[in-house]
Structure formats: structure tokens, C-alpha cells
């Protein structure tokens, strides 16, 4: 297939297999300047997690009353106190169908309080349905950590009233959603071909918040393949080789412009087309380890859909239901 992204994918490929790029500065400061501005109609499943004014972290709505977030995120303490963002459930809000990482007045936007934390305790990274989960957690000294943060990378919020759907607020659109066993085949299959023919793909887009210019921004990222992204994590410090990312839940993107996403925007998901006769776009994992904006050529990595499935079904005790 030749589309007007092989180009960049070339010269991205280029780079990935020669590891050997110059660590230039990025940061959350030039990133604001690189991505696209986007706007919330086109992605009305972005939403924010607020306390008291501070932003937590970008976040994905799945269901009226349900969101999934970073769990790295809630781990995060809040400034100048001793205590995390999870510790702070009655002062946390949901804010949905705004562009605006912080927003003073509400325009379109729907702001909910938090019901319950959920916060998934993954015990083995190779059996998907080995997992417990804490609600309303005090303290996570016993989660389980994988190289870089929470295991379960992804935590869901059950918010205190529905979200009501309209052109800015709307659920993703997750790949093939029945049951998470048919979104684990079907992201297979999706990965199966760009393993195969990495240079075969439309790039992906991840849209979340920048942090400097308050506004949503879109970042178009290509899928890496699992052995380049093991291997750019083993150069990036020998203790990943063999352990990180080791789980089949896992997988890389990395950016296609000059800088990729921070930790700010995990909670994000990513949005790609799939390789039905179709192909309309679907999201299928969320972002959960965005370690330096991609310096040194670390791609990120995100968590597959399916696992919000299995974590979403464990915790409501019914399947993810599509939306409008
Ligand atoms: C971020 O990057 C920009 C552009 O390279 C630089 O001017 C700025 O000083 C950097 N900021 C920080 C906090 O490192
Ligand atoms: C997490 O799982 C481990 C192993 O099963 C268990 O020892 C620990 O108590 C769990 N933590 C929580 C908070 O449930
Ligand atoms: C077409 O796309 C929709 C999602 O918009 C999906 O639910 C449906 O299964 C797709 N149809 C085919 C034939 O793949």
C-alpha cells in the first residue's frame, strides 16, 4: 500500500533500526509546539482527571459512568503535599467534552465526581486474568510494579452520575467490542499484519492534552514492531532485556514528528484503522508508559484495549456495552 505516510514511516524505521539517533532535547515544552491542535468532536472520548485544579491525568471514557486512566497518574503526589492523587477521591473530577487540559468555567463540558478507584494489582505479567484490584486504595505498597510503574497500568474510575452522550461526549470506539476474548482476537490479527508489514500501516493518532498551550493536541504515531521495541528498551538501560515489555497486552507506538508523548498524557488512547473491509478507525489500547517524550528513540507503550475489557468486566460484572 503506498499512502502519503510512507515517508515518514521510512525514515522512522531507518532510525528505529539504527538506534544510533542524537538525544536532542524534548520535552513537554517543545512538544506543545509539534503536535496538531485538534478539537473534541472529532475525539469526544478524551477526558481529563482534575483535583482541586491540578491535572492528573488524560483519560478515556468507556461507558456513561465509567473511565479508565493512568494508574501511574493517580501514583503521583500532589504538589507540595505528601499525599497521592489517589488519596484525593472526593475532590477528583471527571471533566468530558472540553478542550482544555484545565478548565475554569464549563462550556460544553460535563463534570462528574468519582464513586469509586478502582486500581488493578496484575500479579503476573503472562496470565492476563492474574489480577486482583484495590477500591478506593490508601496506600499501593502491595500493587504489584512492573519496570516502570504499576503493573495494571490502567485504573478505572466509576464516576458518582451518568455522563450523557452528545457531539462532544461519546465513548471510544473500542476495536471489535464484545467480549474481551473477541478484542483480544481481533487485536491479534491487527498486530499479526504490521508485524509482518510494518511499512503497511496509516499512521495512528493519540490525542490528549499539552500541558503548556492548555488545548487538545493530536499526535500521529506508527505501530513498532515487538522486537524493535524490546530491543530500544534493552539499550535504554540493560535491566529491561528480557523483563520489559514482556507481556502480550503490551504494545509500542512511537511518534512519527520530532517529539512523542509524556507522561502527562498516559491515560490517552490510541486510535488506528483497522484491516476490516471497512476500515473505519477504532481505539485499541491506552497509553500507560511514556517515559522522556521519546528521547533516545523509546517508544512508548500502551496497554490493549482487551485488558480494559477484562478489568472493566471483573469490577461491573457485565461486558463493555457500545455506545451511540
Ligand atoms: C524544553 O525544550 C526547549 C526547546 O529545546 C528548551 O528551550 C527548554 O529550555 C526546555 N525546557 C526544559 C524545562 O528543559
Ligand atoms: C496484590 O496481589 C498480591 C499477590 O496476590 C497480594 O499479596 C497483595 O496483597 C495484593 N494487593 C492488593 C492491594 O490487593
Ligand atoms: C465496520 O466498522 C464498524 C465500526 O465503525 C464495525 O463495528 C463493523 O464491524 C465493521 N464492519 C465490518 C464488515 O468489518
Same mark, same amino acid.
Not at 498551550?213 to 530491543?231: D, F, G, W
Not at 515489555?245 to 488506528?272: H, I, N, T, W
Not at 485499541?284 to 478489568?311: H, Q, W
Given at each position: 500500500?503506498?499512502?502519503?505516510?510512507?515517508?515518514?514511516?521510512?525514515?522512522?524505521?531507518?532510525?528505529?533500526?539504527?538506534?544510533? =539517533?542524537?538525544?536532542?532535547?524534548?520535552?513537554?515544552?517543545?512538544?506543545?509546539?509539534?503536535?496538531?491542535?485538534?478539537?473534541?468532536?472529532?475525539?469526544?472520548?478524551?477526558?481529563?482527571?482534575?483535583?482541586?485544579?491540578?491535572?492528573?491525568?488524560?483519560?478515556?471514557?468507556?461507558?456513561?459512568?465509567?473511565?479508565?486512566?493512568?494508574?501511574?497518574?493517580?501514583?503521583?503526589?500532589?504538589?507540595?503535599?505528601?499525599?497521592?492523587?489517589?488519596?484525593?477521591?472526593?475532590?477528583?473530577?471527571?471533566?468530558?467534552?472540553?478542550?482544555?487540559?484545565?478548565?475554569?468555567?464549563?462550556?460544553?463540558?460535563?463534570?462528574?465526581?468519582?464513586?469509586?478507584?478502582?486500581?488493578?494489582?496484575?500479579?503476573?505479567?503472562?496470565?492476563?486474568?492474574?489480577?486482583?484490584?484495590?477500591?478506593?486504595?490508601?496506600?499501593?505498597?502491595?500493587?504489584?510494579?512492573?519496570?516502570?510503574?504499576?503493573?495494571?497500568?490502567?485504573?478505572?474510575?466509576?464516576?458518582?452520575?451518568?455522563?450523557?452522550?452528545?457531539?462532544?461526549?461519546?465513548?471510544?470506539?473500542? =476495536?471489535?467490542?464484545?467480549?474481551?476474548?473477541?478484542?483480544?482476537?481481533? =487485536?491479534?490479527?491487527?498486530?499479526?499484519?504490521?508485524?509482518?508489514?510494518?511499512?503497511?500501516?496509516?499512521?495512528?493518532?493519540?490525542?490528549?492534552?499539552?500541558?503548556?498551550?492548555?488545548?487538545?493536541?493530536?499526535?500521529?504515531?506508527?505501530?513498532?514492531?515487538?522486537?524493535?521495541?524490546?530491543?530500544?528498551?534493552?539499550?535504554?538501560?540493560?535491566?529491561?532485556?528480557?523483563?520489559?515489555?514482556?507481556?502480550?497486552?503490551?504494545?509500542?507506538?512511537?511518534?512519527?514528528?520530532?517529539?512523542?508523548?509524556?507522561?502527562?498524557?498516559?491515560?490517552?488512547?490510541?486510535?488506528?484503522?483497522?484491516?476490516?473491509?471497512?476500515?473505519?478507525?477504532?481505539?485499541?489500547?491506552?497509553?500507560?508508559?511514556?517515559?522522556?517524550?521519546?528521547?533516545?528513540?523509546?517508544?512508548?507503550?500502551?496497554?490493549?484495549?482487551?485488558?480494559?475489557?477484562?478489568?472493566?468486566?471483573?469490577?461491573?460484572?457485565?461486558?463493555?456495552?457500545?455506545?451511540?
Amino acid at each position: 500500500m503506498v499512502t502519503s505516510s510512507s515517508v515518514p514511516l521510512m525514515m522512522f524505521l531507518a532510525v528505529t533500526a539504527t538506534l544510533s =539517533i542524537v538525544e536532542c532535547s524534548r520535552n513537554e515544552t517543545y512538544r506543545a509546539i509539534v503536535g496538531h491542535l485538534t478539537d473534541i468532536k472529532s475525539y469526544p472520548w478524551l477526558c481529563s482527571v482534575i483535583v482541586s485544579g491540578n491535572f492528573v491525568s488524560a483519560c478515556t471514557i468507556i461507558q456513561p459512568t465509567w473511565v479508565v486512566l493512568s494508574a501511574d497518574n493517580l501514583n503521583r503526589k500532589f504538589p507540595n503535599s505528601e499525599k497521592y492523587f489517589f488519596q484525593y477521591q472526593f475532590d477528583m473530577r471527571v471533566v468530558s467534552g472540553s478542550v482544555r487540559r484545565i478548565q475554569k468555567e464549563a462550556i460544553a463540558s460535563q463534570v462528574k465526581t468519582v464513586l469509586r478507584i478502582y486500581l488493578g494489582n496484575l500479579t503476573n505479567v503472562l496470565n492476563p486474568n492474574d489480577f486482583s484490584y484495590a477500591l478506593n486504595p490508601q496506600s499501593l505498597t502491595n500493587i504489584a510494579y512492573d519496570g516502570y510503574g504499576i503493573a495494571m497500568g490502567v485504573s478505572l474510575l466509576e464516576l458518582g452520575s451518568p455522563l450523557k452522550w452528545s457531539i462532544y461526549v461519546s465513548p471510544a470506539p473500542f =476495536i471489535n467490542m464484545k467480549t474481551a476474548e473477541n478484542m483480544e482476537s481481533k =487485536i491479534r490479527t491487527f498486530r499479526e499484519h504490521l508485524e509482518e508489514k510494518p511499512l503497511d500501516q496509516t499512521p495512528c493518532v493519540v490525542v490528549s492534552f499539552s500541558k503548556f498551550t492548555n488545548s487538545m493536541v493530536e499526535t500521529e504515531v506508527a505501530y513498532v514492531p515487538i522486537q524493535a521495541c524490546k530491543e530500544a528498551y534493552c539499550i535504554h538501560d540493560p535491566a529491561n532485556c528480557l523483563v520489559y515489555p514482556k507481556a502480550e497486552y503490551l504494545m509500542c507506538f512511537k511518534s512519527l514528528q520530532f517529539v512523542d508523548l509524556c507522561p502527562s498524557d498516559r491515560g490517552a488512547a490510541v486510535y488506528c484503522e483497522n484491516f476490516d473491509s471497512n476500515k473505519s478507525k477504532q481505539v485499541v489500547a491506552i497509553l500507560t508508559t511514556a517515559i522522556n517524550c521519546g528521547a533516545k528513540n523509546l517508544p512508548c507503550v500502551y496497554t490493549s484495549v482487551e485488558m480494559v475489557a477484562r478489568f472493566f468486566k471483573r469490577v461491573a460484572r457485565r461486558d463493555l456495552e457500545p455506545g451511540p
